[in-house]
């Protein structure tokens, strides 16, 4: 028997034609570009040239270069015959060779072999059944999930270690609910309808045709119960309705079927719905009250709340602030239902003022109001209150410029930083005695939060010592929060 390897190239990619007795075959070992290695391990003349005795050429051939087992089912094996499992170990030469052979993922592969090793004898065969173990009934679906690499290394002189990609992927759709839940219809009047919708996406790798139900609870219905068809990487909605008959919290739950023949990759998932059926329902407008920056000193202007009842029975109420910073009035009474005719009743929150000297942390004089009322499945309604004192807080980084000696009609600087740790701005000046010493600039504005340099100069018109003091000043638009800061002691020796 004449047998021979013969390199082709077809559209840039290099092909090998293995022929026995006049059979031929066709093998895509490799890219053109790789003619110094794939291609040139194999490539031998069919016309008398080197083959497979001779030394030219590879003296193993690890067929096929890729194993796919396809996608899947969750729960399932791949139904890949033996003969596509199959791994052939070839010699080409005169001469027999020791194989072992490897898995990538070791222990935790999803893949069993029929030997760990074996020896091929010189010009013959040997085979290798490759088995994949069944796809768990829950898995993900991510691709390349059950890939391995199986390694064939053999002690053939001179041979490199071959290696088969094993390809495998689990198939199924993944249904889950978007958001997992609860889900909360909320407060619905005894004789009203709410409800709300529910999404279902699929996050497997196949369609499923999806059906809901309910059960738990007879005040919820669901719109419609087929769901239909969702395609991978989908979603679908539904809508579940919610009349209560009592003034109680009611729950029920959504479960999913699919239809015959649809493959899972998961269990299929639950989502709970609670409502709350009501007989009076209070409304409050607005949600928090913001009395936002009020200057130290001051105080805000009252603000009001709109409490109605939107159900079909009167309720009484409560209301209560948490801490002493506001007053509520009234503080009780009953809010007749507006389906007969009954009207909001207004409460009025009135802050405290803020004192002149106060922190401008944020939120200092926040409250939270109460209401609490009778109605049957009310919970109660927190309401923020928030309000912040507001003003300039100066400091100075010294408390005195001492100039030290100074030659006659010569003048020495110094610098100082004023810092502003309030939340609004301040535009300061000085004030002092003596002429021989200035403080600038004047009028600057320093914004919240931020500092400013300033410089003193000391100009002696005699050899005397000098002695001074500056006050800071702020004009009539700067709100403050703490007292200024005490004067700045000036000090210098005119010297000849």
């Known amino acids: 028997m004449r ?29 053109a570009g790789d003619a110094g290695d794939a291609g040139d391990e194999a490539a031998a003349s069919t016309d008398g040239g080197d083959d497979a005795t001779t030394g030219g050429g590879r003296s193993v051939i690890v067929l096929p270069p890729l194993m796919d087992f396809g996608s899947v089912p969750c729960g399932t094996t791949s139904a890949l015959p033996p003969s596509a499992r199959t791994v052939s170990i070839e010699s080409t030469r005169q001469q027999g060779f020791a194989w072992v052979a490897t898995l990538a993922r070791g222990s935790s592969s999803p893949y069993t072999l029929s030997a760990p090793a074996g020896t091929v004898a010189a010009g013959g065969t040997g085979t290798l059944v490759v088995s994949p173990l069944p796809v768990p009934s829950t898995s993900a679906t991510t691709s390349g999930l059950y890939g391995d690499v199986l390694t064939i290394s053999t002690d053939a002189p001179g041979d490199s270690p071959h290696t088969v990609s094993l390809v495998e992927d689990a198939t199924g759709a993944i249904l889950a609910f978007a958001p997992a839940g609860p889900l909360a219809i909320g407060d619905v009047p005894i004789g009203s309808s709410g409800s709300d919708a529910f999404t279902v996406v699929n996050q497997g790798s196949a369609q499923a045709t999806v059906v809901a139900s309910v059960s738990g609870g007879s005040a919820f219905t669901l719109a419609d119960a087929m769901l239909g068809d969702v395609a991978d990487g989908s979603s679908t909605q539904g809508t579940i309705s919610f009349t209560p008959t009592t003034a109680s919290l009611q729950s029920a739950t959504v479960s999913l079927s699919v239809g015959t023949g649809d493959v899972l990759c998961a269990p299929l998932p639950k989502l709970s719905v609670t409502g709350r059926g009501t007989n009076g329902q209070a409304s409050v407008v607005p949600a928090s009250l913001d009395f936002g920056l009020v200057p130290c000193g001051t105080q805000a202007a009252s603000r009001t709340i709109t409490l109605g009842n939107t159900g079909d029975a009167p309720f009484d109420f409560t209301a209560a602030v948490a801490a002493s910073n506001f007053t509520v009035s009234p503080s009780t009474g009953t809010v007749q239902p507006s389906v007969t005719g009954g009207m909001p009743q207004t409460l009025t929150v009135t802050p405290v003022a803020i004192p002149p000297t106060s922190s401008v942390a944020p939120d200092l004089y926040a409250d939270v109001l109460t209401i609490t009322t009778t109605s049957a499945g009310d919970a109660g309604h927190a309401l923020p209150l ?38 609004s701005p301040a535009t300061v000046s000085f004030v002092n005695g003596l002429s021989q010493f200035v403080l600038s600039p004047q009028g600057l504005a320093i914004g919240p939060g931020t500092s400013a340099g300033f410089s003193g100069a000391f100009t002696p018109m005699t050899a005397n010592p000098y002695s001074d003091s500056a006050s800071l000043a702020v004009d009539a638009a700067t709100v403050l929060c703490d007292p200024l800061p005490g004067p700045i002691a000036l000090d210098g020796q005119g010297t000849p």
């Open 3 to 31: 047998t021979g390897i013969r390199r082709l190239l077809v559209g840039g990619t290099a092909l090998f034609a293995i022929h026995c007795s006049g059979d031929l075959g066709l093998v895509v070992v490799g890219e």
């Open 386 to 423: 928030h309000m912040t004192a507001s003003g300039a807080i100066l400091q100075v980084s010294t408390t005195g410029l001492d100039f030290g000696d100074v030659p006659v009609s010569t003048t020495a600087q110094a610098q100082f930083t004023i810092t502003n740790t309030g939340n």
